[in-house]
């Protein structure tokens, strides 16, 4: 969308105003809830945005401590499971457990760290991703909560094919349940 310019002298009718103020900064673009399930999609990727941000409210449905979640980019066609690269660094702050995660060449990106439902509050995961040429897509994810684990991600999906993004897909080693909202970055 070009952003339209006024002069001076110019009335601002409100289907101006009502333009602007829907695609200004961060605009919703999609959001669902999932339940006790191993895998789940982010949809609604659209060209309208080249920078995307979801935020992920994610718990583990059965057992306790912090399991690592992954993501994988998907397109209209397929899944890429490999040509991930980055590294990480997960925690949990009570010393039980910390790793550096990394990925050469990689099916997937190490995104974070989940809790069991016994936590007294529910993870949440920034997730930002940017198309940013055709055969790259930038992923970054930061997560703290009040239960003792923290990560935060950064990687890059380098793919021979143009990218068709359609969805990306989040998985761990056991259920979660939550909830999601993706949003987009208006394009000056």
């Known amino acids: 969308m070009a952003v339209k310019t006024f002069t001076d002298s110019t009335a601002l009718p409100a289907s101006d105003i009502n333009t602007f103020l829907a695609n ?12 006790n399930v191993a895998t789940f999609d982010i949809t609604g990727f659209t060209s309208t945005y080249t920078i995307f941000q979801a935020v992920l409210r994610v718990f583990r449905t059965s057992g306790t401590g912090g399991v690592a979640i992954t993501g994988t980019v998907r397109d209209a066609s397929s899944g890429y499971t490999t040509g991930y690269y980055g590294a990480g660094w997960r925690v949990l702050f009570n010393g039980t457990s910390s790793a550096v ?10 995104l974070g760290l989940i809790q069991s439902s016994f936590s007294p509050m529910l ?13 790259e897509f930038v992923m970054t994810a930061q997560h703290f909560d009040t239960a003792n ?13 143009t990218l068709n993004l359609d969805r990306v897909r989040f998985a761990c080693a056991t259920n979660m349940s939550g909830t999601w909202q993706l949003y987009g970055y208006r394009n000056p």
């Open 123 to 135: 993870s949440t995961m920034t997730f930002t991703g940017m198309n940013s040429t055709a055969s």
């Open 24 to 35: 200004s900064g961060l605009v919703y673009v999609a959001g669902a809830s999932f339940a």
């Open 149 to 161: 684990s923290g990560s935060t991600t950064y990687g890059f999906q380098n793919m021979t094919r």
């Open 101 to 110: 995660a990394t990925r050469n060449n990689g099916s997937d990106l190490d």
